[in-house]
Nanobody, 122 residues
Framework: QVQLVESGGGLVQAGGSLRLSCAAS????????MGWFRQAPGKEREFVAR????????YYANSVKGRFTISRSNAKDTVYLQMNSLKPEDTAVYYC???????????????WGQGTQVTVSS
């Protein structure tokens, strides 16, 4: 049974930082591309960042480029999202996802976590 469990969300002031973690189990983690998506109330789920199975290639949404960093540890079966210079518009539920294909669209991902809330106050 595949599980992705996010942690690290919370309430932070604008300009602050948070580090999200997503621990995977039940799959061969090093075979999967990993992505982070987010969904704000009343909005569709949107792509945030992704990296390939070995962590050598990353891609970011324009809205987070230069502020967020995605990384992974295949030894720990964990993917991370370091979020700096947070803005109120970053407020959303953040989801990690695992997929063989990867990419920027949710349909390319096979497994999803339950999400973790990030709230940025102004």
């Amino acid at each position: 049974q595949v599980q992705l469990v996010e942690s690290g969300g919370g309430l932070v002031q604008a300009g602050g930082s948070l580090r999200l973690s997503c621990a995977a189990s039940g799959l061969t983690f090093s075979n999967y591309a990993m992505g982070w998506f987010r969904q704000a109330p009343g909005k569709e789920r949107e792509f945030v960042a992704r990296l390939n199975s070995i962590g050598s290639s990353t891609y970011y949404a324009n809205s987070v480029k230069g502020r967020f960093t995605i990384s992974r540890s295949n030894a720990k079966d964990t993917v991370y999202l370091q979020m700096n210079s947070l803005k109120p518009e970053d407020t959303a539920v953040y989801y990690c996802a695992a997929g063989v294909r990867g990419g920027n669209i949710p349909q390319n991902y096979d497994y999803w976590g339950q999400g973790t809330q990030v709230t940025v106050s102004s």
